[in-house]
């Protein structure tokens, strides 16, 4: 089955405590994304991939790092966590037109993430 | 990246047809308007999209004015599960969606 995979699922962690969100996709896309989702302000996209090794920022990046080491796979690592990123992320990906993203994207079922 | 204009809410009886308009009036002529939904605080999920023409795939329709600064999604015989945000997209750059606060569609019995 065609699908993205975000582990863990809901995470309560303290300030300061560095973290890894997983993301996974299992057809063979180029393009992977991460957003954040905060009542009120939408879904925001934090940084981007357009393929291994090519990545850039989005709109909402500070305090965010990522790496594309395999095509599959896109983490999304949080060194020092701050209450300010208690949200809901979702990792996304899609075949790539060469500028980005083609139309439909595929998105995870999303990781809950409380920072006390 | 077009701003778009959704309404806040709209309800819808099941089996009957849900339309969902949203304007775009700032729309580039080069630029997609693509429909997503998201069922509570699932992931979004794409249904369709389109540049100038009418689109229909097996989720939804899509109806795009001439003056390409509104559009009707359509749910042809809408369900219980279809009740979602369904969000309006207009262009993307790099890939990246700019999803606003969508339309919050009930769909009752």
């Known amino acids: 089955e065609a699908q993205v995979t975000q582990n863990p699922r809901y995470l309560i962690t303290v300030t300061g405590k560095k973290l890894t969100v997983t993301c996974s996709q299992n057809?063979?896309?180029?393009?992977m994304s991460w957003y954040r989702q905060d009542p009120g302000l939408g879904l925001r996209q934090i940084y981007y991939s357009m393929n291994v090794e090519v990545t850039d920022k989005g709109d909402v990046p500070e305090g965010y790092k990522v790496s594309r080491k395999e095509k599959r796979n896109f983490p999304l690592i949080l060194e020092s966590p701050s209450p300010n990123q208690t949200s809901l992320y979702f990792c996304?990906?899609?075949?790539?037109?060469?500028?980005?993203?083609?139309?439909?994207?595929?998105f995870g079922p999303g990781t809950r993430l409380t920072v006390t | 990246d077009a701003k778009t204009t959704q309404p806040t809410s709209m309800d819808c009886a099941e089996g009957r047809a849900a339309n969902l308009p949203c304007n775009h009036s700032?729309?580039?002529?080069?630029?997609?308007v693509y429909w997503y939904r998201q069922i509570h605080s699932q992931g979004p999920q794409y249904i369709i999209h389109?540049?100038?023409n009418n689109e229909t795939n097996e989720m939804a329709s899509l109806i795009i004015t001439e003056d390409r600064k509104s559009s009707t999604l359509i749910l042809p015989h809408a369900t219980l599960r279809d009740t979602a945000v369904y969000y309006c997209?207009?262009?993307?750059?790099?890939?990246?969606?700019?999803f606003g606060r969508g339309t919050q569609l009930t769909v009752w019995p």
């Open positions: 389109g540049l100038k």
């Open positions: 057809m063979n896309h180029e393009y």
């Open positions: 997209i207009g262009g993307s750059t790099l890939g990246r969606l700019y």
């Open positions: 996304a990906s899609s075949f790539s037109s060469g500028t980005g993203a083609t139309y439909e994207q595929y």
């Open positions: 700032t729309i580039s002529g080069n630029e997609y």
